[in-house]
């Protein structure tokens, strides 16, 4: 046949396998005190209820015997007896045709594919194990399932906080486990906000994006570019900005709003009090301040045609208006910061 059999157990059952039937041997503790006696460690099917299962599943009178059971449960030699020795089997299983298997220290051993998760997120654990196991008991310590009996498991984790992994591994004979310490580490999604936009003109050729929370995050969307927000090439209507900032453990966490680009034909003002306008209503010359560095003005009327535009670089200016028919018009203000719209009457 040269097939495997094994003197101490490997964790499979593709193996050949010893029984033992005899009076007196038909409980697992009198059975395990004959092995003991006899210095023998084979496991076989005996050994999970005595005599009493050899009788039951092969027919086999309760005499002292040893028998040669094949991995398909067909037994090869029925009355192996006297057995004095451990050679004794030796010999037994060669004279079938049968070689000895090699078999590996147990010893528990896996990975995951991240150690390093975001709440909410999956880990899926590889059974490594030196040996044959046959049986694996997972332990995870904030995670969801907390126990697994698979091979290969997968788990979620939802709470923040370092956690431990044990794994136990059993081969038919031995047992061992591992505990990792912390080996899961799970961090929390930052939280990212966007303020609302003000309101841009159709005829802006950009407008730099800003209220991210917290800073050194990315904005994103149609017609955005570097930070920075096309109107002109986005067109009248709504558009979503997205905000996505990433912290330092890799978790990302997005925020949204949307900005409105108007064809500023009805002229609409953005309060801010840090810009003033004066005199307003105005005749031929106009002063406009601001807490900063102005540096671009443009004035636009009710059509939203940019009627007048100088480039400024400074906190005030003086503006000649007096080529300016009456009626309202919007004063938009490029400072260092942002751009605010103000209203505008020339007499």
Known sequence: MNEAYELFGCGTDELYTIAVSGYGYDTDDNLAT??????????????????????????????PTYILIAP???????DMWPISNTQTFVTHFQNNGLTQST???????????????????????TDISEGVPITWEWTFEGGTP??????????????????????????GVATTNTEMVDYIAVSTYPNTTLDPFDMACVNWIELELTGGSPEGGVYSGDFVEDGIFHPAEAGIGEHVIVYSYTNEAGCEATAEETILVDPC???????????????????????????????????????GQVVIETNVNGKSYQLNTSDLESGLYLVRLETENNFILKQLVIK
Request: with cysteine; charged share 20%.
């Open 146 to 171: 907390a126990t697994s009996t698979e091979e290969n498991p997968s788990v979620t984790y939802d709470t923040f906080g370092s956690y431990d992994v044990t794994l136990t591994v059993h081969d």
């Open 72 to 78: 398909n449960h067909d037994i090869v030699e029925q």
């Open 265 to 303: 034909t009805g002229i609409r003002e953005i309060s801010d009090n840090s810009i003033k306008i004066f005199p307003n209503p105005a005749e031929d010359m106009v002063n406009l301040t601001s807490v900063s560095t102005i540096v671009n003005i443009q004035i636009i009327n009710t059509l």
């Open 103 to 125: 078999c590996e220290p147990l010893d528990a051993i896996f990975e995951a594919d991240e150690d390093e998760v975001c709440e909410g997120n999956t880990v899926n654990f």
């Open 34 to 63: 004959y092995w003991a006696q006899h210095d023998l460690t084979f496991r076989g099917i005996s050994q999970e209820g005595g005599s009493g299962a050899i009788v039951s599943t092969y027919g086999i009178g309760a005499y």
